[in-house]
């Protein structure tokens, strides 16, 4: 993951700490649970692999069809979460999402290997199905019908892009004397304060 065009001071902090999780080599150093909420004002969680971060925002990829492209069609209000057992550090954020720009979301897609982009073509992510059994034969099937010209972006997938709006930074300490530093963005600034763990 490139990191180059960061600038913002909790930006910094994040990509500080991703970059620490990443030369450490922790399984999944990328994984980030996101949380929606759907049109009842039911929340629900899961955990997604950010791709990009930017000064204009994190970047994850998926099904814009699915549960939790539905609930964000609904309400853009989204919330992330880091945690890293190995850094002792909770990054928990909150602020809007949107769709990433076409050209964004192919350069991704295209770089994914071969059966990567045909499951995403596949899949009708969070949709009921017959079986896991009827789903590995339509990839097998498709695996063997699609010529490379033909595995191009569906519509239906991409990336999102999250702008953050306010960031807590949560450093674990000894007995409970955990460090919190909460970035909260007003007008186009971040202010910074501190809470008690
Ligand atoms: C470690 C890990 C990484 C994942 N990465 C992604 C991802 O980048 N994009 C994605 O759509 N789903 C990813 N998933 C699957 C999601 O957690 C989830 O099952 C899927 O997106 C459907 O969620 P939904 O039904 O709430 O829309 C990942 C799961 C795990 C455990």
């Known amino acids: 993951m490139n990191f180059d065009s960061i600038s913002q001071e909790p930006f910094l902090e994040i990509k500080y700490f991703l970059e620490e999780a990443r030369d450490q080599d922790l399984r999944d150093w990328n994984g980030m ?79 994914r290997p071969k059966g990567s982009r045909i499951s995403a073509i ?30 191009k972006l569906p519509d239906h997938c991409g990336m999102y892009k999250i702008k953050p709006e306010q960031i807590e930074i949560w450093k674990e300490g000894e007995f409970r004397r955990h460090e919190r530093t909460l970035f909260k963005l007003e007008e186009k600034k971040w202010i910074k304060s501190y809470l008690s763990p």
């Open 33 to 111: 649970t996101v949380s929606t909420v759907d049109k009842d004002q039911r929340p629900s969680s899961r955990v997604v692999l950010l791709k990009k971060f930017t000064d204009d925002g994190l970047f994850f990829y998926t099904n814009y069809k699915s549960k939790k492209g539905q609930d964000i069609s609904k309400n853009n209000n989204v919330s992330v979460n880091f945690w890293w057992r190995e850094l002792q550090v909770q990054i928990r954020i909150s602020g809007s999402i949107s769709e990433a720009s076409r050209s964004e979301s192919e350069e991704y897609f295209n770089s």
């Open 122 to 151: 596949v899949s009708k992510q969070s949709e009921e199905i017959e079986s896991f059994e009827s789903f590995q034969k339509k990839v097998e099937e498709a695996i063997n019908s699609l010529d490379e010209k033909d595995i």
